[in-house]
Nanobody
Framework: QVQLVEFGGGLVQAGGSLRLSCVAS??????MGWFHQAPGKERLFVAR??????????YYTDSVKGRFTISRDNANNTVYLQMNSLKPEDTAVYYC?????????????WGQGTQVTVSS
């Protein structure tokens, strides 16, 4: 069964750091990414990374560039999101997501979410 399990969220002061992890099982994925959703708002894209064997390219939404870094450990089928210089506006539930192929239009596998709260 395909499953994505996230962990690493928590409460941190503004300016602090957290590292989120997401372990995938059941199969491998070309593209893995992170989204977040604040209360009462839509889910938004944060970052994604492709399989290193196909270039290993990364892409970030503008609001996190220079602060967040996405990476993956292909041997363990895990994707990470290193979050530095956290701001209160980063507070949200963070979801990892995956798609089997880069060309797939949608991310059709999702984790359960992990809460990130940044205090001012």
């Amino acid at each position: 069964q395909v499953q994505l399990v996230e962990f690493g969220g928590g409460l941190v002061q503004a300016g602090g750091s957290l590292r989120l992890s997401c372990v995938a099982s059941g199969r491998t994925f070309d593209t893995m990414g992170w989204f977040h959703q604040a209360p009462g708002k839509e889910r938004l894209f944060v970052a994604r990374i492709t399989w290193s064997g196909r270039g290993g390219s990364t892409y970030y939404t503008d609001s996190v560039k220079g602060r967040f870094t996405i990476s993956r450990d292909n041997a363990n089928n895990t994707v990470y999101l290193q979050m530095n210089s956290l701001k209160p506006e980063d507070t949200a539930v963070y979801y990892c997501a995956a798609k089997a192929y880069y060309s797939d239009y949608v991310y059709d596998y999702w984790g359960q979410g992990t809460q990130v709260t940044v205090s001012s």
